[in-house]
């Protein structure tokens, strides 16, 4: 596995847009195709939502290029998470990234910690 990136963000709102445009640009290098590399940032974006609603202020988003043809992203909480503030839309966050992704795993303790995405 080849690291290709790795970012250390706050997370907020007026971050996403430079996220979607980092993981495009990801996408690209990793030789993915234009349907994938949507599904791949609406799946970062729901991701660093997640961990924005269990309370964390900043995060990880590391890239990986996997040996065959594949992209892994790995996305953590950074720091002490505050109050969560879980909402309803979380369920349909999850499921929607385990429907556009090959695999995704949720690291989970008390509450979401991390997310792992294969494309």
């Known amino acids: 596995m080849k690291e290709l990136m790795k970012l250390q963000l706050p997370l ?3 971050i996403m847009t430079t996220v979607r ?5 990801i996408c690209s290098l990793a030789g993915m195709d234009l ?3 949507e599904d791949c940032k609406v799946c970062v974006t729901e991701s660093l939502l997640l961990l ?3 309370g964390y202020r900043a995060a990880t988003v590391g890239f990986s290029k996997q040996e065959e043809e594949g992209l ?3 996305i953590s ?8 503030c879980i909402a309803p839309e979380d369920e349909i966050s999850e499921a929607l990234l385990e429907a556009l992704a090959a695999h995704v795993v949720f690291e989970k ?4 910690t991390g997310v792992m995405i294969e494309f």
């Not at 445009?21 to 640009?25: I, P, S």
């Not at 303790?109 to 979401?112: D, F, I």
Request: aromatic content about 4%; cysteine-free; glycine content about 20%.
């Open 12 to 14: 907020g709102g007026d």
């Open 72 to 74: 892994r992203i790995e």
């Open 35 to 37: 349907d994938a590399s």
């Open 77 to 84: 909480g950074m720091g002490e998470a505050f109050e969560a």
């Open 21 to 25: 445009l980092a993981t495009g640009g």
């Open 109 to 112: 303790r008390e509450r979401l």
């Open 52 to 54: 924005m609603h269990a």
